[in-house]
């Protein structure tokens, strides 16, 4: 039976700054990752890593080099095309997740059920309500963004991104400025402890550092001095147990 296609593969490619910028960060990057796989791409602040995510996730094209996402390149669908394949991939920022600061947590959890299948607020409220209590927001939902600490704004924007259940989840930088109780709960959760809500099969992850991510069965990558290294792999891992209470409740804030 032949494999299945890689999930993300990247050829040749070079990622620069934006144009006005002109630096390059990286060259010669060629990428390979399979479905199911888990990486952490590390490197020092300043190295490129959000740029070379946003090239990999389909939103920033390379200046030289091919990207393939589930099969397909990025640079040339257009239309509906372009809008299935987004459809699979979703990408999270650091530092709170870029929320609409207008919108109340839920508000933001639900946008792109509604947005993609063009429904009001009122017919999300079901499934958005479910996978708030899985995260753990339920408390906060009717909150805005900036009534809340970074912490939870980060996972109301993790939450939003899942809701479409995508094949392919990029996090940058997802443990800056959290604590260890909530750093805990997304290490366990990108392990596939059982919240109510699952987690993509296949995650990459930007860190400064590579030790939170040297987990069994995780890949690492490093960016350094322009240049992109691979470490070799360590052994599957087997799947956590479930933890209790995984979802903890929110403080008030």
Not at 51 to 58: I, P, Q
Not at 69 to 91: I, M, Q
């Amino acid at each position: 039976m032949p494999a299945a296609d890689p999930v993300l593969e990247l050829t040749g490619c070079t990622v620069t700054a934006d144009e006005a910028d002109g630096r390059v960060f990286v060259r010669e990057v060629n990428w390979t990752v399979a479905a199911g796989e888990h990486w952490g791409i590390c490197g020092p602040a300043g190295s490129g890593k959000t740029h070379l995510l946003e090239v990999a996730a389909g939103l920033r094209a390379p200046a030289a080099g091919q990207v393939r996402l589930l099969g397909r390149d990025p640079a040339t669908l257009r239309g509906p095309a372009l809008a299935a394949l987004r459809r699979e991939v979703a990408l999270v920022y650091g530092r709170g997740g870029r929320l609409f600061g207008h919108l109340t947590l839920a508000q933001n959890v639900a946008l792109p059920l509604c947005y993609h299948r063009n429904c009001p607020l009122e017919a999300a409220a079901e499934e958005t309500g479910r996978l708030l209590a899985a995260f753990g927001l339920d408390a906060l939902a009717a909150r805005l963004p900036g009534q809340v600490n970074p912490a939870w704004q980060q996972r109301a924007a993790l939450a939003r991104a899942l809701i479409l259940r995508p094949a392919v989840l990029f996090l940058d930088h997802p443990l800056e400025w959290l604590n260890d109780a909530h750093a805990r709960w997304w290490r366990e959760f990108l392990g596939g402890a059982e919240i109510g809500w699952p987690c993509p099969a296949t995650v990459v992850v930007t860190s400064d550092e590579p030790q939170p991510w040297r987990l069994p069965g995780w890949r690492l990558a490093h960016l350094r001095e322009s240049a992109w290294t691979v470490e070799a792999p360590t052994r599957p891992a087997d799947p956590p147990p479930a933890r209790e209470g995984l979802a903890a409740e929110a403080p008030p804030g």
